[in-house]
């Protein structure tokens, strides 16, 4: 599996965008990125995923550059109950399914 | 049902007993998925599903650990002998075979070893 890493904490303010970078230099072929979020005392939520170019969804878009060694979730006017966990997955379904890493995440903290 | 549900929320136990974790998937959704989050942590992949067979098991950290899935319902993770160090939070998620991972995640299972 293509190891993901990811900034450990971001601090924004409401109304700002944010964006959460994430890197995966091994990133194989038929391995697509998915974004997680997730608040405390819950499990993980589904975002968004992507394979390349922009994806863009009522949440938040994903950019992903040609080489797809990075991406980049990006959250617009974020409000203070966007304040969680960010994940970044990247993987293939077929060759690893359910064997996912989902690293240590971004702490984003949305402040008034 | 809804959603991915998890019994219990909570569970406190003694050292040296055994527990067993629920998980009920999304209806229709063969996948099936245990992680392990101890806190301030990501999530640590245990055991993989697909129907009831459990094709990927390496993630499971010991022989105290062990799953059953009956049919493409219920699974259940067992912990033998628990130990201080088991003490995190178990959740349980679910996906169609053909979404790539398009999980659904339960709210987890707390366990605390005392």
């Known amino acids: 599996l293509a190891k993901t890493t990811q900034p450990i904490s971001m601090d924004s303010y409401e109304g700002q965008e944010v964006n959460i970078t994430c890197s995966h230099n091994?990133?194989?072929?038929?391995?697509?990125i998915t974004w997680y979020q997730q608040f405390p005392s819950q499990g993980p939520r589904f975002i968004i995923q992507g394979y390349k170019t922009k994806v863009t969804n009522e949440v938040a878009s994903l950019f992903i550059p040609a080489d797809r060694k990075s991406s980049t979730l990006s959250l617009p006017r974020v409000s203070l109950s966007d304040t969680a966990v960010y994940y970044c997955l990247v993987g293939d379904k077929n060759t690893n399914a359910g064997k996912s890493t989902f690293g240590d995440g971004t702490t984003l903290t949305v402040k008034p | 049902g809804a959603g991915v549900s998890q019994s219990p929320s909570n569970k406190v136990t003694e050292k040296g007993k055994d527990v067993e974790l629920r998980c009920d998937p999304i209806?229709?959704?063969?996948?099936l998925y245990w992680y392990r989050q101890r806190l301030g942590q990501g999530l640590e992949f245990l055991i993989y599903f697909q129907g009831n067979s459990a094709p990927d098991k390496s993630g499971l950290p010991s022989d105290r650990f062990s799953a059953e899935r009956t049919g493409e319902s219920v699974s259940t993770l067992t912990i033998q002998r628990t130990q201080q160090e088991d003490s995190a939070v178990y959740l349980c998620?679910?996906?169609?075979?053909?979404?790539?991972?398009?999980?659904?995640f339960g709210s987890g299972t707390r366990l605390t070893v005392v």
């Open positions: 209806s229709g959704h063969t996948a």
């Open positions: 998620a679910s996906s169609l075979e053909s979404q790539n991972y398009g999980y659904t």
């Open positions: 091994n990133i194989a072929t038929n391995d697509y």
